[in-house]
């Protein structure tokens, strides 16, 4: 019989362990964005600070160009996708010696660079169609693709179902390209979709949703409708779920569209409601901890913590627990780590909030050309990433203090993964195993 356990990590952090025939999530493996919660944080410890080209590389594999999904890493696989020329590809690298095991190609595809009439489905230059991270149980791994491809394959690369989610509901008309990672839930493989609604340009309406299909079969379980009531580029969203358990209730929290929505993700069923979060299109994923949920604003609006539990539709200045304004991310996702959370502004502005309050305890410019992967936490760390190879580890306390300031010759935008002692970077053109 499959069983699905929800272990909390502090308050509210939820664990999926998926039991029944071999597959299990263990604290080592890193299976889907942003690791085993969803919110960038990592139970090992033990783990390097301190690495360059020359130094602490366990192996360096190139990898066919290029893309900006997070590598999903259990048990000895790391799966990647990746576009090269016009193929969308997953690919499998053995963790121990960083030698590609198999790649298959899903799909075929070209991102529009160009917009051929206002409010236009468009991609930004920083990524391709190969920006949604895989995720893996440890017997499938499932891709999906800015063209609306998403499949699942064996851990040895034979394909077990595809839908095209574009061909079942129609284009995506999301600003700056398709981003959002699929998530498990059990049985179920969770989509979501956020695009402009296309109201007020006399063109057919395109529908927001979030959908969830059976990892094995690639059948249809549920849809569920997201209109939050956005505008333009105000309803597109980057952002990926994330899941939470309070007094033994699951939620599913989905952020953009200016709103905050828990949902029930066994039926698709939305339980709550925070609206009011206004800003621009909408790229950091929330991060779930300690009771909250923090979410950000899109386009560098404020950081919120709101409270978890909630029912219905929750208005006004008692659905936030506070907010924060100074230098917020447009991209990095915020990381939460000993009472305190931590945020990257896409110019390399590093802030420290306590968690409970949002009250300030430091804010440092890092060196680096730009942020855009999310900042990830663990061993007493904070790990932060630069696009031109840099990454500064600083300690996870009130206290500004860099351990150590790192640099490799690589371009990255996705964010790290860590597994069994290991940091795993994806650049442009190089996945990187960093050790000791």
Known sequence: MRRVHYLLGGAVGLYLIFAGDHACLRGDNWPQWRGPTGSSTSTETGLPTHWSEKENIVWKTPIPEWGTSTPAVFGNAIFLTTETDTALLVVRVDKAAGRIIWKEQVGSGRPNRKGSQKRSAKFHNLHNLASPSPVTDGERVIVHFGNGDLSSYTVDGRQEWKRNLVDDYGPYSIWWGHANSPVLFGDAV???????????????????????????????LWKTPRMPGADAESCVSETTPVFSSVSGRPEMIVMGGNVVDGYDPATGKRLWQVPGLVGGRTVPSPTVADGFVYVTAGLRGPLSAVKLGGHGLLEGPSATAWQYTDSTPDTCCPVASQGRVFTVSDTGIATCLDARTGKRQWRERLGGRGFKASPVAADGHIYFLGRNGGCTVVSATGDFRVIDQNALDEEFTASPAISDGRIYLRGKKTLYAIGK
């Open 190 to 220: 969770i989509s979501v979709c956020m695009q402009d609604s296309l109201e007020g340009t006399g063109r057919e309406q395109a529908p927001s949703y979030v959908i969830a299909h059976d990892k094995r079969t690639g059948k249809l």
